[in-house]
């Protein structure tokens, strides 16, 4: 079965630093890989995907992510975190031939001004 | 744009009532889905439809069921709702194995 790993259920970054949220998956084929961001009170909106086209994938609001086969990991960076990027972020993980996702417990992003 | 919808934002409800959660999307997407989400834990998985009347089980499906009688609509029932299922409710939908459209979720509090 997929699984998803997340590190760090709640991570704090500085306004104007680096954002790094780490995901790695265990499959044996590489799947289809998605990041999703949910503010609060409200579903979750995709941020980006990974569909087996370029690895270095770029999303919505300055994200992106990079898919590294030899890791099994997908991790989300942005540049310069600002504070509307303050929600939590859910890495997604679909094996070829599922439509099943299978979710990452999240990271709840804190942006310190 | 994809719009998928739930019938209540809040639901108050007490142990051992039924209780119907409403999902409706306008994409015309073969899949739909229900999960919950609670702090720590994530979605998980309640149950999944692939077609109209068709429904397979999550990974937590104990306690609740589905029905799928149009396309574009899939509702959650809890047959006697209890206290430990208090959660975030939410309804997604997609076609093939692309990615998945959600709604706005369902804070359900059970008394």
């Known amino acids: 079965a997929q699984s998803v790993t997340q590190l760090g259920s709640h991570v704090s970054v500085s306004e104007g630093a680096l954002v790094l949220l780490r995901c790695n998956y265990s499959?044996?084929?590489?799947?289809?890989l998605f990041w999703y961001v949910q503010y609060p009170n409200q579903g979750l909106q995709l941020l980006l995907k990974?569909?087996?086209?370029?690895?270095l994938v770029k999303g919505i609001n300055g994200f992106e992510a990079e898919f590294k086969k030899s890791e099994t990991s997908f991790h989300l960076t942005k540049p310069s975190a600002h504070m509307s990027d303050a929600a939590e972020y859910f890495c997604?993980?679909?094996?070829?031939?599922?439509?099943?996702?299978?979710f990452g417990k999240g990271n709840q992003v804190v942006v310190i001004p | 744009d994809v719009k998928v919808t739930q019938s209540s934002r809040y639901l108050v409800k007490r142990t051992g009532e039924k209780v119907f959660l409403e999902c409706v999307q306008d994409m015309d997407h073969e899949n739909m889905f229900w999960y919950r989400q609670d702090p720590g834990l994530g979605l998980r998985l309640i149950y999944f439809s692939y077609d109209v009347k068709m429904k397979e089980k999550g990974d937590i499906p104990e306690g609740y069921s589905v029905s799928r009688e149009k396309k574009e609509r899939f509702s959650l029932i809890l047959e006697s709702a209890s206290t430990n299922q208090t959660s975030m409710y939410l309804c997604?939908?997609?076609?093939?194995?692309?990615?998945?459209?959600f709604g706005p979720g369902t804070r359900l509090t059970v008394t």
């Open positions: 997604a939908s997609n076609n093939g194995v692309y990615e998945q459209y």
């Open positions: 499959s044996s084929v590489p799947p289809y």
């Open positions: 990974y569909t087996s086209a370029a690895t």
């Open positions: 997604a993980v679909s094996p070829y031939g599922n439509n099943r996702l299978a």
